[in-house]
């Protein structure tokens, strides 16, 4: 017997029909003898529909008073789901953030959660209750409604498995896992048995969107084990994501392959070779509130160095005008850039304990005459930059070099 924590997103949750189905799933479990909390989302398209309202009425709606009203997706889903086990003979109870006192910061629409009390969803619990808890809000320690930011309800999920000190903590969406690399891309993508919180991390920053990114930083924080499953499947095992990928014999090198196409590059070329020179390009971009990727500065020719690094595509024009008065000011040659790049990155806690993974990749991109244009590395990613038409042929071709395409079915 075990205590799970099961988060369902908007779509799990989209229909009366899909909410009666949640609810018969969680008596599934709890007659297996677990017992249960389950957060929800608000239904999917909901949220949407009421920032939207919010928009009609002024372009800068009061933070407050957004939270106070957004938080109410939530609030309906928990309600129907109360009422859906009710129906099915299980007793359940639901609650909105405040009321199982969740307390978080004062940052509207981007709060961070600060405590949670656990006792009355154990005295719940203990009374053989399942408790439903409304995702995505909090109260504040003046008891203002807070909201955590778009996709907050797994945050919750998994803030309340660790205050529950939870077996597990269960993401219900609508895909099955995790997989190596995007099925769209990639038809021969596999679902992952086992990924680590560190991997799951650069796979979801790198573009895979099955989890908010924060709720992975927080699982693997208080070490609570998250599995992804499908809500639309019977059974599966899901993907689970914990501290270590158990069997390290077994382990892959590679775990996936993550791919992004929203860069864009910009180089600086002849930059003075001087101390301070990094800092009076990149200070200006940071001041504009441009988050910068990867960074490649050239080994000094001629006292002059070339400098260039990637940005979110959205942000080019910007960095592009900020740039140029930046290169006049300090006497640089000239600017360019690219904004049809894709980034592709092998990811792999494996790769610690392998040496060669780097050259394979480069001699794969090789045979399919792909031009590599930037490289960065950390311990357990290996990140290329190249040109955006060539980046599906790159992904497909990797996957398929470290032997991450699923077997062939017999028919
Ligand atoms: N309903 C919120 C959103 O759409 C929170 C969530 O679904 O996780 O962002
Ligand atoms: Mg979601």
């Avoid at 992952?192 to 927080?218: C, H, N, Y």
């Avoid at 490649?296 to 592009?320: E, I, L």
């Avoid at 290996?382 to 955006?388: A, K, N, P």
Wanted: aromatic share 4%; hydrophobic share 40%; with cysteine.
């Amino acid at each position: 017997m075990a205590l799970i924590v099961q988060k369902y997103g908007g779509t799990s949750v989209g229909t009366p029909e899909r909410i009666l189905a949640v609810a018969e799933r969680v008596k599934r479990w709890r007659e297996q003898g677990h017992d249960l909390v389950v957060v929800v989302s608000a239904m999917s398209g909901e949220t949407n529909r009421l920032i939207a309202l919010a928009q009609a009425i002024t372009s800068d709606p009061d933070p407050r008073e957004l939270d106070q009203m957004v938080c109410t997706g939530e609030q309906v889903t928990i309600a129907l789901l109360a009422m859906a086990l009710q129906s099915i003979g299980v007793p359940a109870r639901s609650y909105t953030g405040g009321q199982v006192a969740i307390t978080t910061d004062h940052s509207y629409t981007k709060a961070r959660i600060e405590q949670i009390d656990d006792a009355r969803m154990r005295a719940d619990l203990a009374a053989g209750r399942v408790v439903v808890v409304a995702g995505f809000q909090g109260v504040d320690v003046e008891g203002n409604v807070t909201t955590l930011g778009r996709g907050g309800s797994d945050t919750t999920g998994v803030a309340l498995a660790a205050a529950l000190k939870a077996d597990e903590c269960q993401i219900y969406t609508d895909v099955d896992g995790v997989y190596t690399t995007d099925p769209r891309v990639v038809p021969e993508a596999r679902r992952l048995d086992r990924i680590t919180f560190e991997e799951m991390l650069e796979m979801a920053s790198l573009g895979s969107k099955v989890l908010q990114i924060r709720s992975v930083e927080f699982a693997g924080k208080y070490n609570v084990p998250l599995r992804v499953l499908s809500s639309f499947k019977e059974g599966g095992e899901g993907t689970l994501i914990t501290v270590d990928a158990e069997d390290t014999m077994e382990q892959p090198v590679i775990s996936g392959i993550a791919f992004n196409r929203d860069e864009a590059k910009l180089t600086v070329r002849g930059v003075p070779d001087i101390p301070g020179i990094a800092y009076r390009i990149l200070g200006p971009v940071g001041e504009a509130n441009v988050e910068i990727d990867m960074i490649v500065q050239n080994v000094a020719a001629d006292n002059t160095t070339d400098f260039t690094f990637t940005v979110h595509r959205n942000d080019y024009r910007k960095v592009m005008s900020i740039l140029e008065s930046v290169a006049k000011e300090i006497g640089a040659r000239e600017v360019s850039g690219d904004d049809r790049i894709a980034k592709v990155s092998l990811v792999g806690v494996g790769m610690r304990s392998h040496a060669g993974v780097a050259s394979q990749m480069f001699a794969t991109l090789a045979r399919e005459n792909i031009n590599i244009q930037m490289i960065s590395t950390s311990e357990i990613k290996i990140s290329v930059v190249l040109q955006e038409k060539y980046m599906e042929l790159a992904v497909r071709a990797l996957h398929t070099e470290f032997n991450l395409d699923a077997p062939a079915t017999v028919e």
